[in-house]
């Protein structure tokens, strides 16, 4: 329902994506041997596969199609011999599907995009938890290896200097960054209010450095459970009842059965669908600024 609420059908008139266009999703990694995600992943041309050497020289070694920050190695997935939340797991690859699932294979889901390079950026553990120290090095990581949007579907109430620094950098680079603004029982908060990081950060700044997402639902209400604001959320897109690519793994009874799963809801839902149409617009106007993204999607 989400592709027909925002009008991808005649986006795709105009067009339907471009493989020079980078998302790096920050999150707990993805599954990327999917069928529907293996086409569009982002590969790092100039390092060898499984040598152990850092061929390109950027710092990482074996980072192929991105780097883990949580168990430090270029295999940007979970994690299977160590506890897990079962749905913090598939959280990357729902994510990843959103934005760029392929959509000529006749199966499976459409992504936003049929043509962009999707980058496996593992910062969540298998409970989804992290710190700002991973995500700075993660940002960092995206940045260096040319991404055009970053997609952050995580939440926090902690203000930290070095990761507003790393988002301004991120910013000021060109780089489109895209965050949930994070749900809450009883209506939501107003983040306003009560700032929730990092889609508030940079908002008492000279410049906008992040789109802050909040959710809505089939009607173009806010979602019940969506925090809300009139500084830190600047736009709001679908998260609910959401169906995407998931994890899946043969080897990992837990995971093994299914390729696609439905009724997802949250905030984290709705920045991929912006993360996304941001991508489209890379791909049509590869010169366009940050804050022009911002303005146009508004």
Known sequence: WYLTKIKTPQAWEITTGDSNVIVAVLDTGFDLDHPDLARNIWTNVGEVAGDGIDNDANGFIDDIHGYDFVSQDGE???????????????????????????????????????????MSVRIL???????SKGAIAAIDYAVKNNADVINLSFTGFNIDDDFRLALKRAFESGVVVVAAVGNAKDGGINVDETPIYPACHGENESEDWVIGVASSDKNDVKSEFSN?????????????????????????????????????SGTSLAVPMVAGAAALLKAQFPMIRPDEVESVLR
């Not at 899946?248 to 799963?261: G, L, M, P, R, V």
């Open 125 to 131: 553990d298998n409970q989804g938890t992290g710190n």
């Open 228 to 264: 809300y604001g009139s500084l830190c959320t600047d736009v709001a897109a679908p998260g609910e009842d959401i169906l995407s690519a998931t994890y899946q793994d043969d080897s990992w009874s837990s995971f093994k059965e299914f390729f696609y799963a439905g009724g997802w």
């Open 76 to 118: 940007p997935i979970p994690d299977k011999n160590v506890s897990f939340d079962e749905e913090a797991v598939p959280h990357g690859t729902l994510i990843a599907g959103i934005i760029g699932a392929t959509t000529t294979n006749s199966e499976g889901i459409a992504g936003i995009n049929w043509n962009v390079r999707l």
